[in-house]
């Protein structure tokens, strides 16, 4: 069975950053891509961006670069994505997501990771 | 980016009935013959679900009173009969171009 599941839930202060993270299991790690999507609450989804677990690639939604940094680690098949400076505009529930080159689809999504920014 | 705009923002369906939801981008998604327009459905507290693929595709595991059409800029998700649990809100997303963008959702009640 293919599974993501993310970490918990995090507050976090303004300004501090925070790593989310998203362990794949049931299927070959490197063969898809793992995509980030953002759901502030009550609206609707914004894509982060992406990376190829095979070589580290990455690809950004201009409006995230310098905000989050995705990676990987290999061995224990789990994308990463670090969010920094953060501000309340970052409140907001991140999905991990299963995708396969481009123009693609999303059938596998994590539970969902809820991030709050609140001093 | 690609702009996808969705009406209605709501609607409220009776049982039996059909939900017709639109998804308009703001230029085609179509490349190679293939139009890429998917569509997920969203319960609260839920990750988004893919019921449609490339406009029309039925995903595995999904009933085939759903159904999706379009291709272009112009794309509809077809819910019919309309069933209790088909209460969600619905989303279509464009994979043809980066950056992937959604739209802003549909809210389908039962009457």
């Known amino acids: 069975e293919i599974q993501l599941q993310q970490s918990g839930p995090e507050l976090v202060k303004p300004g501090a950053s925070v790593k989310v993270s998203c362990k794949a299991s049931g299927y070959s790690f490197t063969d898809y891509n793992m995509y980030w999507v953002k759901q502030s609450h009550g609206k609707s989804l914004e894509w982060i961006g992406y990376i190829d677990p095979y070589n580290g690639g990455t690809s950004y939604n201009q409006k995230f670069k310098g905000k989050a940094t995705l990676t990987v680690d290999k061995s224990s098949s789990t994308a990463f994505m670090h969010l920094n400076s953060l501000t309340s505009e970052d409140s907001a529930v991140y999905y991990c997501a299963r995708g396969l080159g481009r123009r693609t689809w999303f059938a596998y999504w994590g539970q969902g990771t809820l991030v709050t920014v609140s001093a | 980016d690609i702009v996808l705009t969705q009406s209605p923002a709501s609607l409220a369906v009776s049982l039996g009935q059909r939900a017709t939801i639109s998804c308009k981008a703001s230029?085609?998604?179509?490349?190679?013959?293939?139009?890429?327009m998917n569509w997920y459905q969203q319960k609260p507290g839920q990750p988004p679900k893919l019921l449609i693929y490339?406009?029309?595709n039925l995903e595995s595991g999904i009933p085939a009173r759903f159904s999706g059409s379009g291709s272009g800029t112009d794309f509809t998700l077809n819910i019919h009969p309309v069933e209790e649990e088909d209460a969600a809100t619905y989303y279509c997303q464009q994979s043809n171009e980066d950056p992937l963008t959604f739209g802003a959702g549909t809210k389908l009640e039962l009457k």
């Open positions: 230029q085609s998604v179509d490349y190679d013959g293939d139009s890429y």
């Open positions: 490339a406009a029309s």
